[in-house]
């Protein structure tokens, strides 16, 4: 895509750095890489599309057939008069995808710079979309860190003719709301997709997750219980779900808790309720509790599958200790439990992490020799490796390879180049590789918070601005942590109109600071004799933190 036409007057290095990520490489002899194979990438399926987004009757058509139940097969049978070629099915799928996207982030953009409901309503009309249930899926979810500009959108939508909400929609602004705690508001949502049949198991489940990360255990549980009251009945794999979102949420000892309370009363366990408290205790790296897990789960009569090993092989890599890693992965090999890419992913970032090179590319190697179709999280742990080893050359030639084979390189390989090269303080590299990376895939929020973050201990405010500006004219909006970085270095810079202007934009947005920019604001403000502007924020903040929303 191209950049904004802003972003070309960004001031430039003025020695031109070396190219990072260049289009071709000469591999070396002695480095080999899987046989590349074209992969045609189909975009999810969309359902349920009532009003299209402007397009073509062909192509519309083509996307309700694609969506409709059973029609899927039909494409691949040898029935007179429903063959479709399946390149034109991708050409016209990536057509309808690359609309959405278009559109969805036209949207975005017109939310991030209306923040009063009247001014917002007239705006969104004025664009003239027509709204469709893929659509508006794609903006709610665009928009799952700005509870209220979601909230504002979903309440403009459904008034829109003919235009009716799904669960999966519903199930998008939960979860918005679930990130800033508006669990009042979730739950008048929960009553209203009731009224309407659209509840699903996954609406608690997510409500159960939100709850866990806020800290609310008790809420988590008593959400998960709540599904029988509204006639769901629950199984395994509704247990085995609350105590996965509970060890996510780093309450892997209240999960731990739940299992030995619940199991053999309300349910059996499975292989799957076990490996989620490995899972649990492995990412807390107690490795005592974890064997515990594991030697109860053999006593009960599981053996380790494949999910079993590469949840142990991760745990023993986070935790450092590689030769058990490695002796779990040999044990795979003689009970005849092929590794997946995902184990062999494990073994080479952490390998890599730790500079042991050799080993890691070992296991690259393998990887290619068992027959797996190239993925791009393997290449990616493959460049991650040797950037920890500094060895950037080595991770071009990967990144070219990636090309080659139709994998990437994606927003996920630029990350882990572009937080390689600023650790290393190479941001004028690094700047020229955000730059073009847009010829390959678009930056996430991450790569900008990176670049961001990048010119504030640069101390180059301005250049994190107009980056910034760019994010949020490509629609992207930025999270919690974005903003915090951005209204503390203008406090630093003792630009406190720009940090009240952000601060605002970010209680608009529905984002509770965090304790400690807060702090640092009020504090700048005070110094500056702005007493007044202390007491108009505090009180805004303190509206957003206690009052409910409404809608």
Not at 63 to 73: A, K, Q, S, Y
Not at 117 to 131: F, H, W, Y
Not at 302 to 314: K, L, Q, S
């Amino acid at each position: 895509m191209v950049l904004p036409r802003f972003l070309y007057r960004l001031p430039r290095p003025v020695a031109k750095p070396y190219p990072l990520i260049p289009k071709t490489y000469t591999l070396s002899p002695n480095f080999s890489l899987p046989p590349c194979q074209d992969q045609n990438s189909s975009p999810g399926s969309t359902n349920n599309v009532e009003n299209p987004v402007g397009f073509p009757p062909a192509a519309l058509l083509l996307l309700r057939f694609h969506n409709t139940p059973g029609c899927h097969r039909s494409i691949h049978d040898n029935s007179a008069n429903t063959q479709v070629s399946s390149n034109t099915t991708d050409q016209n799928t990536d057509l309808i995808s690359a609309r959405i996207s278009e559109t969805s982030e036209k949207l975005c953009k017109i939310l991030s710079n209306h923040h009063t409901l009247s001014s917002l309503d007239s705006a969104l009309n004025s664009a003239k979309v027509e709204v469709c249930p893929t659509l508006s899926i794609s903006v709610l979810k665009k928009l799952s860190n700005a509870g209220i500009l979601a909230l504002s959108f979903f309440r403009w939508a459904e008034k829109q003719k003919g235009f009716k909400h799904t669960t999966e929609s519903y199930n998008a602004l939960i979860e918005a709301l679930g990130k800033i705690k508006q669990f009042k508001m979730v739950w008048n949502l929960v009553s209203e997709m009731k009224q309407r049949n659209l509840l699903t198991k996954e609406t608690f489940g997510l409500i159960s997750r939100r709850y866990s990360r806020a800290r609310k255990v008790k809420e988590a549980i008593e959400a998960f219980e709540t599904m029988e009251k509204f006639g769901l009945t629950l199984e395994l794999s509704d247990f085995n779900r609350l105590i996965d979102t509970l060890s996510k949420s780093r309450n892997v000892e209240r999960a731990h808790q739940v299992f030995d309370k619940w199991k053999n009363r309300k349910f059996k366990p499975d292989i799957k309720s076990y490996t989620i408290l490995l899972e649990g205790w492995g990412k807390e790296q107690n490795l005592l509790r974890l064997d515990e897990v594991y030697r109860e789960m053999r006593d009960d009569g599981f053996e380790p599958d494949v999910v079993t090993y590469g949840i142990m092989i991760n745990a023993f890599c986070k935790a450092k200790k590689f030769d058990e890693a490695i002796r779990m992965f040999r044990e795979m090999e003689t009970k005849n439990v092929n590794p997946t890419p995902h184990v062999y992913c494990t073994l080479i970032n952490g390998l890599g992490a730790e500079k042991r090179l050799t080993e890691a590319v070992k296991f690259f190697e393998l990887s290619k020799a068992s027959g797996f179709v190239p993925e791009a999280p393997t290449y990616n742990a493959l460049v991650g490796c040797y950037c920890w080893s500094q060895r950037m050359y080595d991770a071009h030639k990967v990144v070219d390879e990636m090309r080659k084979c139709g994998v990437g390189p994606n927003s996920r390989t630029y990350d882990i180049i572009l937080h390689h090269l600023v650790k290393n303080g190479r941001t004028k590299q690094a700047y020229s590789v955000f730059e073009k990376m847009s010829d390959d895939c678009e930056p996430s929020v991450s790569t900008y918070e990176i670049i961001v973050r990048m010119f504030r201990d640069e101390e180059r405010l301005d250049m994190a601005v107009r980056v910034w500006d760019r994010m949020k004219e490509k629609g992207v909006l930025p999270g919690m942590h974005m903003y915090s970085t951005l209204i503390n270095s203008l406090c630093h810079e003792n630009k406190l109109d720009d940090a009240c202007k952000y601060f605002q934009e970010m209680l608009d947005m529905g984002i509770r600071p965090p304790a400690p920019m807060f702090s640092n604001l009020k504090q700048a403000l005070l110094d500056d004799g702005r007493n007044d502007t202390v007491l108009i924020l505090g009180q805004k903040l303190e509206k957003l933190r206690k009052t409910p929303l409404v809608g």
